[in-house]
């Protein structure tokens, strides 16, 4: 098997549930705690051996690009000042030559046309999508929970988690032959199955690893679900001819693309660092 070395973000949406925030800052570089969302999800990538991140822009988001390259007067000026600390930190940051690329999608046209503009970079071989308004914290990063079970499963691989009581319809909902421990073999998926028909209560929550075959469906794949079209539906076709496996992984996911999700990613990464769980923790019941 083909390693997995690239990963696919796809950054071109309008981040339309967290307006007017942004209206000129892209959902991405939204901050949790002091740093972008995008931050959290290249840290994640890197942890998890990725060498080559592919963005998937597109307009009003050249701010991305901005974030991951030199800001000169910046440095001088933390230079100068000896915060060699604060420095050291933003450096650590850059990629290394060759290490990021950025594609334009010219129209959103959902999802899975957003991972097909990535195809001539990627080419053949397996690559890693991560949503980028999806924080996932965990002791060992989601994705590398991912690539493992890939490494000993093959094929593609879906990372999945529980849906809170009795709200499993309103998720996609993959559907498993026999449920056995953390990772176990698809049999489908359903997209906001009618409540009580859901197949089991795992939903797909934002990294896939998924072979190079997709792109070839991708690039016939009609407009699904909202008019758009939809990596789902490609992945449903793949899975016909190869395994795809669902692991649900151990940690804990925060939707950043929704206000009260990026607040509680905000309070949630605060009292984790022990540089701040402190106060904010007083901070937060001073508020109550």
């Not at 000129?24 to 939204?30: A, D, F, N, V």
């Not at 559907?175 to 028909?197: H, I, S, W």
């Not at 997709?214 to 009609?222: A, N, T």
Request: charged letters at 25%.
């Amino acid at each position: 098997m083909k390693p997995v070395r690239k990963a696919v973000l796809p950054v071109a949406g309008f981040g339309t549930r967290v307006l007017p925030g942004t209206k000129t800052t892209p959902k991405e570089l939204l901050n949790v705690v002091d740093r972008p969302i995008l931050s959290y999800i290249v840290e994640e990538g890197r942890a998890a051996g990725i060498e080559h991140f592919v963005f998937v822009t597109g307009r009003n988001k050249g701010a991305i690009e901005d974030y991951f390259d030199h800001q000169v007067e910046l440095e001088a000026a933390l230079a100068a000042k000896g915060k060699t600390a604060l420095l050291e930190e933003l450096l650590g940051e850059l990629p290394r030559p060759g290490e990021m690329s950025f594609v334009r999608q010219m129209a959103p046209l959902g999802l899975g046309h957003a991972v097909w503009c990535a195809r001539d970079i990627v080419g053949d071989e397996p690559f890693a999508v991560m949503l980028p308004d999806m924080v996932m914290s965990a002791s060992k990063p989601a994705l590398a929970q991912a690539i493992e079970a890939y490494d000993q499963k093959g094929g593609n691989i879906v990372v999945v988690e529980p849906a809170p009581e009795g709200m499993a319809h309103q998720y996609g909902i993959v559907a498993l032959d026999g449920q056995e421990g953390r990772l176990n073999r698809m049999t489908g998926m359903v997209e906001k199955p009618p409540k009580g028909t859901e197949p089991s209560n795992l939903f797909i929550s934002g990294r896939y690893i998924l072979q190079p075959e997709i792109f070839d469906l991708l690039e016939k794949q009609g407009k699904g679900a909202g008019g758009e079209i939809q990596l789902t539906d490609s992945m449903l076709t793949l899975l016909e001819s190869q395994d795809f496996h669902a692991l649900e992984y151990e940690g804990e996911t925060y939707d950043c693309g929704d206000k009260i999700g990026l607040l509680r990613a905000n309070v949630a990464l605060a009292l984790k660092r022990p540089d701040l769980a402190d106060a904010a923790r007083a901070m937060i019941q001073g508020l109550l």
